[in-house]
């Protein structure tokens, strides 16, 4: 399955780096950005990451909650929140549903099968898909004015 601009995303349950379930969905009058990255400590993914963090204040200012979200384990995941910082939540993807259901499994991720692709979607606080971007080349960054210019 692949979502596509317009529709009605179900609500979404992962979990954190404390192993706690999150759902994520309407009603909440914020716009979710859902950031998906291959794998925690890897240098592009820490980047993103980082770049995220050090904007959070913009992103809080435009009433958006950001997720990062990968199919590492949430104790992987807990490691790296803490190793670089992170102001906003990591949410594990570790049985691949998500990643499945928005369409972006990579195949051959250096020779690893079912690493989720670089990719970031902007939900309204209906859960309506109204941004996404889907990076084939891992080692690039997704387009940060755009994020910003769907959340705003």
């Known amino acids: ?14 979990q954190d780096t404390d192993g706690n379930y999150v759902t994520i969905e309407a ?4 716009k979710t950005v859902l950031l998906f990255f291959p794998l925690a400590f890897s240098g592009v993914c820490t980047e993103e990451m980082c770049t ?11 009433k958006a ?4 979200i990968s199919i590492d384990s949430f104790f ?19 049985n691949k549903i998500l990643s499945t259901n ?11 099968i079912g690493v989720a692709k670089r990719s970031v979607f902007i939900l309204d606080s209906d859960m309506k898909l109204v941004h996404s971007e889907i990076l ?12 910003k210019k769907a959340v705003s």
Do not use: W
Not at 1 to 14: A, K
Not at 52 to 62: A, C, F, G, P, W
Not at 65 to 68: L, R
Not at 87 to 92: D, K, V
């Open 1 to 14: 399955m692949s979502y596509q601009i317009g529709d009605e995303i179900p609500s979404i349950t992962l």
């Open 27 to 30: 009603g909440t009058g914020k």
């Open 52 to 62: 995220v963090r050090d904007n959070m204040k913009i992103y809080e200012s435009l």
């Open 65 to 68: 909650q950001v997720y990062g």
């Open 76 to 94: 992987c995941l807990k490691v790296f929140k803490k190793a670089i910082n992170l102001n906003f939540n990591l949410l594990s993807d570790f």
């Open 102 to 112: 928005f369409g972006v499994l990579n195949n051959d991720h250096f020779g690893m």
């Open 136 to 147: 084939e080349d891992a080692g690039n960054l997704p387009n940060f004015e755009k994020i």
